[in-house]
């Protein structure tokens, strides 16, 4: 078994009101000098058995099926297991 | 300039539908050997210094604004910037 993460972020010229809102709550809760916020996705994959197959796959519903290409970028990782 | 990174995923005793949605999906596009998808929420803080005290600060937001601690966990790590 291995796990293996997407994380879905938007675009860094695209507006992120989500991320914006968070911004705009820190000074209230007297956190500073936390200069940008971007929220995002992610996904966490428990693969049977990992293969350059299979991450090529993972690959391809992150782009298809996880994301929105035209706004998002994606990342993939295999994460270790504790 | 440091990037913080707060992903908060929903408790594993907790139903995830969105997860279960992608994972019946999978199958339709042709993708086998996914046993459980999870989806949750990742937070990209731009932090001007890093300080353990703002890192304790990090944590404690992490906490009480971008988690539900009911039912959701949290992890904050430091992200190497590329």
């Given at each position: 078994?291995?796990?293996?993460?997407?994380?879905?972020?938007?675009?860094?010229?695209?507006?992120?009101?989500?991320?914006?809102?968070?911004?705009?709550?820190?000074?209230?809760?007297?956190?500073?000098?936390?200069?940008?916020?971007?929220q995002?996705?992610?996904?966490?994959?428990?693969?049977?058995?990992?293969?350059?197959?299979?991450?090529a796959?993972?690959?391809?519903?992150?782009?298809?099926?996880?994301?929105?290409?035209?706004?998002?970028?994606?990342?993939?990782?295999?994460?270790?297991?504790?």
């Open positions: 078994m291995a796990r293996v993460v997407v994380d879905v972020m938007l675009k860094p010229e695209i507006l992120d009101p989500q991320g914006k809102a968070v911004h705009g709550a820190l000074p209230r809760l007297g956190v500073s000098g936390v200069v940008d916020v971007r995002g996705k992610r996904f966490e994959l428990e693969v049977d058995e990992l293969s350059d197959e299979r991450l796959q993972i690959h391809d519903i992150a782009e298809k099926l996880l994301s929105n290409p035209v706004i998002e970028d994606y990342r993939v990782h295999v994460e270790e297991q504790a």
